[in-house]
């Protein structure tokens, strides 16, 4: 009877051991299970960022790269015109010039020149006095002139259109 009793002993210690190895095996793997999961998500989140943003980097660099430098071309002489009748100025003496990225848009304003000047001489001196002494009445002369360029550039088939339009001087007398 002893022996048996010894018997229910190891029968009942190995089934509260299976039980708890049971338990062990089932924390463990919610432990690893956990871990996985937190990996993951660290992964996509720190890891997903920074492939958006080398990705972002290389199309950035690919538009650095394909952008050419400014250039600066003056259109020379500076523009004299009489203004109309009427306001205290009489005269405005503007320079212009043009903005563009592109060595083949400048050859093609070079060398349509008087045609951009006939046309700006026009705009010039179609202004009043009045509009054109506060800076909002510039900046609007100077989108006018931006548009009037690409217009012509336009019409002429030019190899595209500039940036910017600068006034490097401006008097009215």
Known sequence: ??????DEDLDLGAENGGGSKKKLIIIIAGV??????GGGAAWFLLGGEDES????????E?????????????LNPVFVVNLPPGGKARMLQIG?????RDPDLI??????????????????????DSA????????KLQSEVFKTINQILKEQKGPGEIEAVFF???VMQ
């Open 1 to 6: 009877m002893a022996k048996e009793k010894e």
């Open 32 to 37: 690893i299970l956990l871990l996985v999961i």
């Open 53 to 60: 943003a080398e990705g972002e980097g290389v199309e950035s």
């Open 62 to 74: 690919e538009v650095v790269q394909e952008q050419l430098p400014a250039i600066y071309y003056p």
């Open 96 to 100: 212009v010039q043009v903005m563009a």
């Open 107 to 128: 050859a093609f304003v070079k060398n349509n020149d008087p045609m951009l000047r006939h046309n700006l001489l026009s705009l010039f001196g179609n202004q009043k």
């Open 132 to 139: 054109l002494r506060d800076r909002k009445g510039k900046e």
């Open 168 to 170: 490097t001087s401006f």
